[in-house]
């Protein structure tokens, strides 16, 4: 069974760098035919898609987080990374990792597995 | 990239049938067959209940049906259970290989 684990830090300072961990169990994340991405959740609001990344490096970000955000993949530790620049309260939110699966379709356009989540607060 | 529109919260009673709406855009909903939906409990992960439009993963309960007109898609979940009451996301692939999410719709069987 799939496993997806967030991992770091879960206070962050204003201005300083947001960085989140994903730990993939239970499959390759080199695997054709999935991407892997995350989605975060401000306290008692809604989900927001912030990016995702195939094995092989390619990435797609939401347009008006790109110029803040990098997702890397690792696949000697079968895990992927976000990282998040210059963070203020408003990036306070739950962060989920997940997989996005392409094997109907040639984009990852659905999520069908999801790690936990982990808060992570801005503040000073 | 704006966020589809969804109603805030819906309620209908045990046994009842509800839908709950989502619009999108012609870049977006009215674009592609690829609106997904999303059940959540407080406090727990998203799970996926339909993709591609109006497809069901294994394991969902067919009580769960997915459609699309234009550029608006719907979720429909006949014989209301309790265990159904929860928020529910709306999700949709747009240009440039990127998804947007719904506000959400929060769920009430009263």
């Known amino acids: 069974q799939l496993q997806l684990q967030e991992s770091g830090p879960g206070l962050v300072k204003p201005s300083e760098t947001l960085s989140l961990t994903c730990t993939v169990s239970?499959?390759?994340?080199?695997?054709?035919?999935?991407?892997w991405g995350w989605i975060r959740q401000p306290p008692g609001k809604g989900l927001e898609w912030i990016g995702n990344?195939?094995?092989?490096?390619?990435?797609y970000y939401k347009p008006s987080l790109k110029s803040r955000v990098t997702i890397s993949v690792d696949t000697s530790k079968n895990q992927f990374s976000l990282k998040v620049r210059s963070v203020t309260a408003a990036d306070t939110a739950v962060y989920y990792c997940?997989?996005?699966?392409?094997?109907?379709?040639?984009?990852?356009?659905?999520?069908?597995?999801w790690g936990q989540g982990t808060l992570v607060t801005v503040s000073s | 990239q704006s966020a589809l529109t969804q109603p805030a919260s819906v309620s209908g009673s045990p046994g009842q049938s509800i839908t709950i709406s989502c619009t999108g855009t012609?870049?977006?909903?009215?674009?592609?067959?690829?609106v997904s939906w999303y059940q959540q409990h407080p406090g727990k992960a998203p799970k996926l209940m339909i993709y591609?439009?109006?497809k069901r993963p294994s394991g969902v309960s067919n009580r769960f049906s997915g459609s699309k007109s234009g550029n608006t898609a719907s979720l429909t979940i006949s014989g209301l259970q309790a265990e159904d009451e929860a928020d529910y996301y709306c999700?949709?692939?747009?240009?440039?290989?990127?998804?947007?999410f719904g506000g959400g719709t929060k769920l009430t069987v009263l």
């Open positions: 997940a997989r996005h699966p392409t094997e109907t379709v040639a984009v990852p356009a659905a999520i069908d597995y």
């Open positions: 239970g499959g390759s994340i080199s695997s054709s035919g999935y991407y």
């Open positions: 990344i195939y094995y092989s490096g390619s990435a």
């Open positions: 012609s870049s977006d909903i009215g674009n592609y067959n690829l």
């Open positions: 591609e439009d109006s």
């Open positions: 999700c949709s692939y747009a240009r440039t290989s990127t998804l947007v």
